[in-house]
């Protein structure tokens, strides 16, 4: 058995050093990988649903944002990009350091107007996104939802 063990941590060395020389994440660090909670957890659950904002790595996830007020689909995606914003900065990031998006729309036929808030929000090199329409509306009664991830570096 300690052959076998001697064995296995030798190759788990030598795992470790050819990721290094070909420029991957350790596996060491791969193996036990850090999630930081960052955003607000609703703890008044016994088990939480989800956390607001998760940190990995160099890595920030932001969870839906809806708005839960009487309005159009411009003011709500108003709000939710500031909401959003609010959050990336909070947490060491920013709206031009956002990789992906995906946008919750309880219409499609507000697709357009709800374009029109959002553009230029992310800077100059906008993040990739999927917009879809939900089948029954996005919870809260919300016109739209938004989450997103983005880089720390």
Request: hydrophobic letters at 35%; a positive charge; aromatic letters at 6%.
């Amino acid at each position: 058995m300690e052959k076998i063990n001697k064995r296995r941590s030798a190759l788990k060395k030598l795992g470790i050093g050819l990721a290094g020389i070909f420029g991957l994440s350790s596996l060491k660090s791969a193996e036990n990988p850090k999630k930081k909670i960052v955003g607000d957890i609703v703890k008044n659950q016994q088990h939480p649903l989800f956390s607001g904002a998760v940190k990995h790595g160099n890595t920030l996830y932001i969870a839906g944002k809806g708005a839960h007020f009487d309005g159009d689909i411009k003011a709500h995606t108003d709000h939710v990009l500031k909401e959003i914003q609010k959050e990336l900065e909070k947490n060491g990031s920013s709206m031009e350091k956002v990789l992906k998006v995906n946008v919750y729309l309880a219409d499609l036929a507000d697709y357009k107007a709800m374009n029109e808030v959002y553009r230029g929000r992310f800077g100059a090199n906008p993040p990739v996104r999927t917009t879809v329409a939900t089948y029954g509306g996005v919870p809260g009664n919300s016109l739209v939802e938004i989450d997103c991830i983005a880089a720390l570096d």
